[in-house]
């Protein structure tokens, strides 16, 4: 029997069979003995072989080979990774300039984790009508900045409507994971996709301009034109994982396009004389915070690195 994997819960699996069917299920002892080094061996978005057993639950048995995902490292578990979800056709990062905001080394840890493992990224600027006018200034700046790298990007408003039907054209048809920190809107904003879904959501922390976390567990939610997206835990890290040192300049995308210049072909655009990226950087084509993400991407050998919030 197959199906797809749409609910993750830490210890069941929720499996839509190709019959139509919901079975409860879960993995077989040996699954974590096969050299995968994941917190969660199989991922919402799975496509998995199960068999039945008596209590009319099931063993997951065998994961189809992924055609791409979306990991992070294991928050508590540095060496290990956590797969967010797997088989998707985009990510949507939800993001908020304030209440609470989201920095930019968060966004380009989670961009250039997308690229190394070839997802396209949507980047959907939330809570617009809660923005003063130096906010609104920072978020178009901001948009502007990653619609010139070669991003899609949203302003929206989960309480006035604006952009949720654009949002909603993005999504028709394709498998679409969410993602973003804690309290950045994205439970609110399924809630208005999907209608009758009822999500848990929260307030925001005044004290400390943080969210807390209502999701706990990662599930697909059918679109009503058609499509999944995947509700996801809110995250505060974006530790990337089992990415070499020289192959993270490719994950973003301005600062390969120059490197293709350097004079060294080891270049790490960090101190080499004629680096071309270093040279693009002075002359402003390369904006300074996304070359400040990409040297602490560098140094993230650091294990310390992965337990604090970005």
Not at 88 to 108: G, H, K, M, R
Not at 118 to 136: G, I, S
Not at 155 to 184: E, P, Y
Request: net charge negative.
């Amino acid at each position: 029997m197959k199906g797809l994997v749409i609910r993750n819960t830490g210890s069941w699996y929720t499996v839509l069979t190709d019959e139509g069917e919901t079975v409860e299920s879960k993995i077989k002892g040996n699954f974590r003995l096969r050299g995968i080094r994941s917190t969660n061996p199989v991922a919402v978005g799975d496509r998995v072989s199960l068999v039945r057993n008596q209590e009319g639950t099931a063993f997951i048995n065998e994961i189809e080979d992924r055609r791409n995902y979306i990991v992070r490292r294991s928050s508590n578990l540095s060496k290990q990774s956590h797969i967010i979800a797997a088989n998707v056709d985009q990510a949507v990062l939800i993001v908020t300039v304030n209440y609470p905001v989201t920095s930019t080394t968060f966004i380009d840890r989670f961009l250039a984790s997308a690229e190394a493992y070839r997802v396209p990224v949507v980047l959907v600027f939330n809570k617009t009508d809660l923005l003063d006018d130096d906010d609104l200034r920072l978020q178009q700046m901001m948009a502007d900045l990653y619609e010139h790298i070669g991003y899609t990007c949203l302003q929206v408003s989960a309480a006035t409507g604006q952009g949720i039907g654009d949002l909603n054209r993005l999504l028709q048809g394709k498998v679409s994971v969410f993602s973003g920190n804690s309290g950045v809107g994205k439970s609110t904003l399924l809630n208005i996709l999907i209608p009758g879904v009822q999500l848990r959501t929260a307030e925001i922390s005044a004290a400390h301009n943080t969210g807390t976390h209502t999701t706990t567990f990662s599930e697909m939610l059918p679109l009503p034109g058609g499509g999944w997206a995947i509700d996801t835990p809110g995250v505060k890290g974006f530790g990337a994982f089992d990415m070499e040192p020289g192959e993270i300049c490719g994950y973003f995308r301005e600062i390969f396009a120059f490197s293709r210049d350097c004079r060294y072909g080891n270049c790490t655009h960090t101190h080499e004389p004629g680096c071309a990226v270093l040279k693009a950087l002075e002359d402003h084509y390369i904006a300074e915070s996304r070359y400040n993400s990409y040297v602490s991407m560098l140094s993230d050998k650091d294990e310390s690195k992965y337990r604090e919030a970005y």
